[in-house]
């Protein structure tokens, strides 16, 4: 936990309430004050982030363009995009001694995060919400965006990182993880597929949230319907297949994304199309290459964060939030396995985009 009074941290947003911790991220300290509106409190990431003002300063700048574009379409600005609230003097966030930082948002009530799909509908909303950001997005202009992590889907670049962790091994641990290493490094070739194809502009630049994960987007309690797509932090310029692929690789998985028994994992086809139904209703301007590499993304980004989980566990787990010993190594484990069962039905997945291109 943080060591602060949260409490005297609300003050400085006008808000003198109890306060109490909230959600499932792996990056954020999050928590909620109880008042009415609920707000959201959050310490930002700095091991993450490395410089929070340019997180806030691309957060801020996104969300007064969809703030526009949803009361153009007649929506409620502040329930379908996160709403933040000003400092007693004016900044979008507070700063403790220069050292930490902390931000205060509006509370989406009558949604829901979920953890793990429940059934195809309501991940074809997630779907729909995901696309649908893109879209509000594709006329922003971009060179305006910071890159807040530097190379964050560049999976060439988290290749070299794993490398460079099983080299260093500071804690012993690669020999006990072999078999997941040497699953992990026969792979290479494919880190270069999506970037390859970004630099020869076959796949364009776009406007893109990078971190699609189910629990990013809330749903209404009532409809179902996709309200408000949450944790802006990575928003920067990327693929579009790197949103695809993301949401894909943590919904479409018949399992949670920490599973121990990797007999319950696969790709759920049936899920997998329903998410390719929604998003691809609400995208413009696919290009041939892009519908070439969906099925293919998803297999991607699921290596991608099992590289990523696989090099904090060899680093002594200092980047994701773990909840138990060995927490990051159950994780490498489970999206390893589950590149494995996308890499079987990649034939079939191909066919399902098939039937969604305009
Ligand atoms: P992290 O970067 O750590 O993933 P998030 O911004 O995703 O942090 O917040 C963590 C969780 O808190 C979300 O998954 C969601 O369940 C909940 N949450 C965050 N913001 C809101 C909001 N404005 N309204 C309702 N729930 C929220
Ligand atoms: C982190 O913040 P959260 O929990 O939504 C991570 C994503 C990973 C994801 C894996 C900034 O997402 O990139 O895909 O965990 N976010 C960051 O669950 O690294
Ligand atoms: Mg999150």
């Not at 959201?40 to 801020?60: A, R, T, Y």
């Not at 944790?231 to 599973?259: C, H, I, K, Q, W």
Request: glycine share 6%; aromatic share 10%.
């Amino acid at each position: 936990m943080t060591g602060y009074n949260l409490k005297e941290i609300l003050k400085h947003f006008n808000i003198d309430v109890e306060i109490e911790s909230y959600g499932n991220g792996h990056i954020n300290d999050t928590y909620i004050a109880d008042c009415e509106p609920k707000y959201i409190l959050q310490k930002i990431n700095q091991n993450v982030f490395k410089q929070p003002e340019l997180v806030m300063d691309n957060i801020m700048a996104i969300t007064q363009h969809l703030q526009k574009k949803i009361t153009a379409a007649g929506g409620n600005p502040s329930r379908e995009t996160l709403y933040f609230l000003p400092t007693t003097d004016g900044k979008p966030y507070y700063q403790t001694n220069e050292t930490d930082y902390f931000r205060v948002y509006r509370f989406v009530e009558n949604a829901v995060s979920y953890e793990q799909v429940e059934n195809p509908e309501q991940f074809y909303e997630a779907a729909k919400a995901f696309g649908k950001f893109q879209r509000m997005l594709s006329d922003f202009p971009i060179d305006q965006l910071h890159e807040t992590i530097p190379k964050f889907h560049d999976t060439r670049d988290r290749f070299a990182q794993l490398k460079a962790a099983i080299e260093k091994d500071p804690l012993g641990r690669a020999e006990g993880v072999r078999d997941v290493i040497d699953f992990a490094l026969a792979r290479e070739a494919d880190t270069r597929i999506i970037m390859d194809a970004m630099e020869e502009g076959t796949v364009p630049w776009r406007v893109t949230h990078n971190d699609t994960k189910l629990n990013n987007v809330l749903l209404d309690e009532e409809t179902g319907k996709g309200v408000c797509v949450i944790d802006l932090d990575t928003v920067m310029p990327g693929s579009m297949l790197f949103d695809y692929g993301d949401a894909l690789r943590f919904g479409a998985n018949t399992a949670a994304e920490d599973e121990k028994d990797l007999d319950k994992i696969t790709i759920d086809l049936e899920l997998f199309e329903a998410f390719t139904k929604g998003f691809l209703e609400e995208f413009d301007n696919i290009t041939e290459k892009e519908i070439e590499l969906l099925p293919f993304s998803a297999k991607l980004l699921t290596y991608e964060c099992g590289i990523r989980f696989l090099t904090d566990y060899l680093l002594g787990d200092t980047y994701f939030k773990c909840h138990y010993e060995g927490h990051n190594l159950v994780r490498a484990k489970s999206q390893l396995k589950l590149v494995a069962e996308i890499e079987e039905n990649l034939p079939k997945m191909t066919e399902i985009v098939k039937k969604y291109v305009k």
